[in-house]
T-cell receptor
């Protein structure tokens, strides 16, 4: 089955700097890769996603890149702000089957220092 | 439109007690999921229901049962709670349409088993 590894487990950056979180996956059948942000005491919320037919996707200060050959994908946050502080999860799933069994990484706690 | 709702928010049980966690979504989604979240282990899938009337095991189903009561509701039951089931439980749902893959999460139930 699918296995997703996420690094680093914690990340501290100065406000205004960039943050990068990396995930690797094992199942070449996975073709959908969402990223979730979880604030304290809340459920995860989708912030960006990418399908395997696309190499990069950007939404304002957030971008995701995918390297299918190496089976890894990364989240990039530019111009970080204190409100970006949260736990971030990556996930991978094959969507062809229609069941969407997401496999999540173990999470990265991002701290943005003012 | 409340999205995904979960009850209760907090629960304390004694070993051997039983309880049911409730989940409901008002987005007309087809698939629903139960996850548990433990420190350093990300989100692990317990059970899921791809559509009304079907349920399947995820990664960590032992000690749990589920019921897809109707399209809106998906409950998780602990028949005889154990301390190892202390965790935060999240319910999620997804529409399952080609252009809409987002999995929406509820706010979570924090369960402590003494």
């Amino acid at each position: 089955g699918e296995n997703v590894e996420q690094h680093p487990s914690t990340l501290s950056v100065q406000e205004g700097d960039s943050a990068v979180i990396k995930c690797t996956y094992s199942d070449s059948a996975s073709n959908y890769f969402p990223w979730y942000k979880q604030e304290l005491g809340k459920g995860p919320q989708l912030i960006i996603d990418i399908r395997s037919n696309v190499g990069e996707k950007k939404d304002q200060r957030i971008a995701v890149t995918l390297n299918k050959t190496a089976k890894h994908f990364s989240l990039h946050i530019t111009e970080t702000q204190p409100e970006d502080s949260a736990v971030y999860f990556c996930a991978a799933t094959p969507i062809a089957s229609g069941t969407y069994k997401y496999i999540f990484g173990t999470g990265t706690r991002l701290k943005v220092l003012a | 439109n409340a999205g995904v709702t979960q009850t209760p928010k907090f629960q304390v049980l004694k070993t051997g007690q039983s309880m049911t966690l409730q989940c409901a979504q008002d987005m007309n989604h087809n698939s629903m999921y139960w996850y548990r979240q433990d420190p350093g282990m990300g989100l692990r899938l317990i059970y899921y229901s791809a559509s009304e009337g079907t349920t399947d095991k995820g990664e960590v189903p032992n000690g749990y049962n589920v019921s897809r009561l109707n399209k809106r509701e998906f409950s998780l039951r602990l028949e005889s709670a154990a301390p190892s089931q202390t965790s935060v439980y999240f319910c999620a749902s997804i529409l399952l349409a080609e252009s809409t893959d987002t999995q929406y999460f509820g706010p979570g139930t924090r369960l402590t088993v003494l």
